[in-house]
T-cell receptor, first 110, second 115 residues
Framework: RKEVEQDPGPFNVPEGATVAFNCTYS??????FFWYRQDCRKEPKLLMS???SGNEDGRFTAQLNRASQYISLLIRDSKLSDSATYLC???????????FGAGTRLFVKA | NAGVTQTPKFQVLKTGQSMTLQCAQD?????MYWYRQDPGMGLRLIYY???????DKGEVPNGYNVSRLNKREFSLRLESAAPSQTSVYFC??????????????FGPGTRLLVL
C-alpha cells in the first residue's frame, strides 16, 4: 500500500461546479499536510496548508480528519483556470521528508 | 529573487553516459531535495539534505549521487545513465515554520531522456 494515496481521476467538471478530492495517508504519526497544484509540464506549487481545524482560502477549503487519516480539498465555483493536477503531501515525524500522492487531474470545461 | 533554479532544462543521454543536474536556491533554506516524477508514480524522493554538509537517501537513491556544495547548491549526479532513469527531475528547497511545517518550493524541472 502506498503511504499517500489519491484518486488519479481525471475529474471532468463544468465551470461553476463544486468538486472534492480526498487523499488518504497510512502513517498515523504524520504531522503536516499540504495541497500542491501542478500545471501541465510545470513544477508543483503550494496551494494551501491543511490545518487540524480546517481552513479556507477563497473558493478552496481544506480539511483534515486524523481519526480516518485523510485530507480533503473542496473547490467551489470551479474556473477554467483550476484545470491542473492536485497533489496532496504529508510530512512525517522528523519533518525532513515530504511524501506526495500521485496527484488527481482536474479538467474544468466551459 | 529567483527562487529555485535548475540546469539544464532538457537533456538527452545515451545509456552509460554520466551527467550532473545542478540546483540552486536563493531563499536561504536549510533543506534541499531531489525528486523524480514519472507518470502514475507521483513525486518520489531520491535524496535530500537537511542542512549544509549532510545528505540522506530517499525512496529511490540507486543510480544517483548527490553533493550539497554549500547552503545554496545541491547537485544530483547520474554516474552511468540507464533508460529507467528517463524522467522529470525536480529540485526543491523548504522552509520550516514553528511546529515543523515544511513548505516546499520547486525548481522548474529537468526533463531527461536516456536512450
Amino acid at each position: 500500500r502506498k503511504e499517500v494515496e489519491q484518486d488519479p481521476g481525471p475529474f471532468n467538471v463544468p465551470e461553476g461546479a463544486t468538486v472534492a478530492f480526498n487523499c488518504t495517508y497510512s502513517n498515523s504519526a504524520s504531522q503536516s499536510f499540504f495541497w500542491y497544484r501542478q500545471d501541465c509540464r510545470k513544477e508543483p506549487k503550494l496551494l494551501m496548508s491543511v490545518y487540524s481545524s480546517g481552513n479556507e482560502d477563497g473558493r478552496f477549503t481544506a480539511q483534515l480528519n486524523r481519526a480516518s487519516q485523510y485530507i480533503s480539498l473542496l473547490i467551489r465555483d470551479s474556473k477554467l483556470s483550476d484545470s491542473a493536477t492536485y497533489l496532496c503531501a504529508v510530512v512525517n515525524t522528523g519533518g525532513f521528508k515530504t511524501i506526495f500522492g500521485a496527484g488527481t487531474r482536474l479538467f474544468v470545461k466551459a | 529573487n529567483a527562487g529555485v533554479t535548475q540546469t539544464p532544462k532538457f537533456q538527452v543521454l545515451k545509456t552509460g553516459q554520466s551527467m550532473t543536474l545542478q540546483c540552486a536556491q536563493d531563499m536561504n533554506h536549510n533543506s534541499m531535495y531531489w525528486y523524480r516524477q514519472d507518470p502514475g508514480m507521483g513525486l518520489r524522493l531520491i535524496y535530500y539534505s537537511a542542512s549544509e554538509g549532510t545528505t540522506d537517501k530517499g525512496e529511490v537513491p540507486n543510480g544517483y549521487n548527490v553533493s550539497r556544495l554549500n547552503k545554496r547548491e545541491f547537485s544530483l549526479r547520474l554516474e552511468s545513465a540507464a533508460p529507467s532513469q528517463t524522467s522529470v527531475y525536480f529540485c526543491a528547497s523548504s522552509e520550516e515554520f514553528q511546529g515543523g511545517w515544511k513548505t516546499q518550493y520547486f525548481g522548474p524541472g529537468t526533463r531527461l531522456l536516456v536512450l
